[in-house]
T-cell receptor, first 116, second 116 residues
Framework: AQTVTQSQPEMSVQEAETVTLSCTYDTSESDYYLFWYKQPPSRQMILVIRQEAYKQQNATENRFSVNFQKAAKSFSLKISDSQLGDAAMYFCAYRSASGATNKLIFGTGTLLAVQP | DGGITQSPKYLFRKEGQNVTLSCEQNLNHDAMYWYRQDPGQGLRLIYYSQIVNDFQKGDIAEGYSVSREKKESFPLTVTSAQKNPTAFYLC???????????????FGAGTRLSVL
């Protein structure tokens, strides 16, 4: 069974600085998708970025980028020029590309605080 | 506006009572999901449905039931058999076609269930 591990329960960053959130996963599959979701205090889950495992190029979305290391099964999220609105719980998630469903497997989350 | 609507936002359950959480989507998505979120445990899948009149158990289905009579609706019933129902419940949906990269899961705003 696949598992997702986020080893940093809480992180803090100064406004305008850069922070990296860690995520590792375990799978025997070769084709899959990885996601970072953001959950602000409103509790609404928002997709931040996704990575397809067959793509070597790291995904980027404006100030958000990932460092995808397939061999190491690592998928970290880098937030550049941090803003107060980035404060939220961040979840890493895995989805098989070959399964019969679009089921997501989530990590336990990292709570990010942004200091003004 | 297209989206996923969960109601009510807050719900209270008495001992021995069944309660139903509503989830409606107007995204024309085929698949729908229910997740439970507890502090420090991320999101865990309760039930999912890929097509009308069909649904499957997720990882923690005991004490819950669902129905999928309409494409846009996927209500979750928390039965009296669920001894620890206090949690945040999230509904999600995807376009369908398991394994496709475009099938991002979109989430509702959630329902907070508490026991009186």
């Amino acid at each position: 069974a696949q598992t997702v591990t986020q080893s940093q329960p809480e992180m803090s960053v100064q406004e305008a600085e850069t922070v990296t959130l860690s995520c590792t996963y375990d799978t025997s599959e070769s084709d899959y998708y990885l996601f970072w979701y953001k959950q602000p205090p409103s509790r609404q889950m928002i997709l931040v970025i996704r990575q397809e495992a067959y793509k070597q190029q790291n995904a980027t979305e404006n100030r958000f980028s990932v460092n995808f290391q397939k061999a190491a099964k690592s998928f970290s999220l880098k937030i550049s020029d941090s803003q107060l609105g980035d404060a939220a719980m961040y979840f890493c998630a895995y989805r098989s590309a070959s399964g019969a469903t679009n089921k997501l497997i989530f990590g336990t989350g990292t709570l990010l605080a942004v200091q003004p | 506006d297209g989206g996923i609507t969960q109601s009510p936002k807050y719900l209270f359950r008495k001992e021995g009572q069944n309660v139903t959480l509503s989830c409606e989507q107007n995204l024309n998505h085929d698949a729908m999901y229910w997740y439970r979120q507890d502090p420090g445990q991320g999101l865990r899948l309760i039930y999912y449905s890929q097509i009308v009149n069909d649904f499957q158990k997720g990882d923690i289905a005991e004490g819950y039931s669902v129905s999928r009579e309409k494409k846009e609706s996927f209500p979750l019933t928390v039965t009296s058999a669920q001894k620890n129902p206090t949690a945040f419940y999230l509904c999600a949906s995807t376009l369908g076609g398991a394994g496709k990269a475009k099938n991002i899961q979109y989430f509702g705003a959630g329902t907070r269930l508490s026991v009186l």
